[in-house]
């Protein structure tokens, strides 16, 4: 008897750790890919998530403007169809846009299911300004085996980040820190968020921005999109 409740164990074990950890471990293969990309090619992508926010995403449109720099924009399909017109307006500044699901639900805490309807339609509802087959990061950067398997049978590449910059940290850090971690590496793929949040977290997140930037500046790092990346025309909007 124990030792067919150790076998049954140990076998859901292992599907528990097929289900979490297969899904994981093919992302920390390709975020070491990414990480010897950006630092090949002196890179600095700039990946903002969860928005648009209706508030926050135009300041921060202003300041990529100013500064002629392209980002990469993982929207949510509940706020994009909230606001189509600034998803327009991000698209139409030239930078790129990539999906997040529509309810932002984290694969690891949702049925199956539900999460792979939360892909589906994240994309359904940003079909205007991504492709089917277009960028995909998993909220809270979390996959299951069947939301893996869902991505892959889409063609769409997933958008993993090399730095945090801490914009979503419980206490917010030093606003340098991301730059600080990309001057280390030599290049990066920053995380940050637009969505509408407290002032002094919008403050932080813009403020970051100009940092990364003046560092892209101080070291002659390209700034482009996930895509410019990938297909090696990392290179300043002229
Ligand atoms: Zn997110």
């Known amino acids: 008897m124990i030792g067919t409740a150790l076998i049954a164990g140990g076998s859901a074990l292992a599907a528990a750790g097929s289900w979490y950890l297969a899904p994981m471990a093919a992302r920390k293969l390709q975020e070491v890919q990414?990480?010897?990309?950006?630092?090949?090619?002196?890179?600095?992508?700039?990946?903002?998530?969860?928005?648009?926010?209706?508030?926050?995403?135009?300041?921060?449109l202003d300041l990529l403007k100013l500064r002629n720099a392209r980002a990469t924009f993982f929207l949510t399909g509940f706020r994009a169809t909230d606001n189509p017109e600034l998803v327009d307006e991000i698209a139409?500044?030239?930078?790129?846009?990539?999906?997040?699901?529509?309810?932002?639900?984290?694969?690891?805490?949702?049925s199956p299911w539900r999460s792979v309807h939360d892909i589906d339609e994240g994309y359904q509802s940003l079909a205007r300004w991504v492709p089917q087959d277009g960028w995909f990061r998993p909220p809270f950067g979390k996959l299951t085996l069947l939301t893996w398997a869902r991505i892959k049978s889409r063609k769409a590449p997933l958008g993993w980040w090399t730095i945090r910059s801490g914009d979503d940290a419980e206490v917010l850090p030093e606003t340098d820190t991301a730059a600080i971690k990309v001057k280390r590496d030599g290049g990066g793929v920053v995380l940050l968020h637009d969505f509408d949040r407290s002032d002094q977290r919008a403050e932080f997140m813009l403020e970051s921005t100009s940092k990364l930037l003046d560092?892209?500046?101080?070291h002659g790092w390209t700034v482009c999109t996930l895509s410019e990346l990938t297909g090696e025309n990392c290179k300043r909007a002229a």
């Open 92 to 110: 139409g500044q030239g930078h790129e846009i990539a999906c997040h699901t529509q309810q932002h639900l984290n694969a690891w805490r949702t």
């Open 215 to 218: 560092a892209a500046d101080e």
């Open 34 to 60: 990414l990480r010897n990309l950006c630092i090949a090619t002196k890179s600095l992508v700039l990946t903002y998530d969860d928005g648009p926010g209706e508030k926050l995403t135009p300041q921060l």
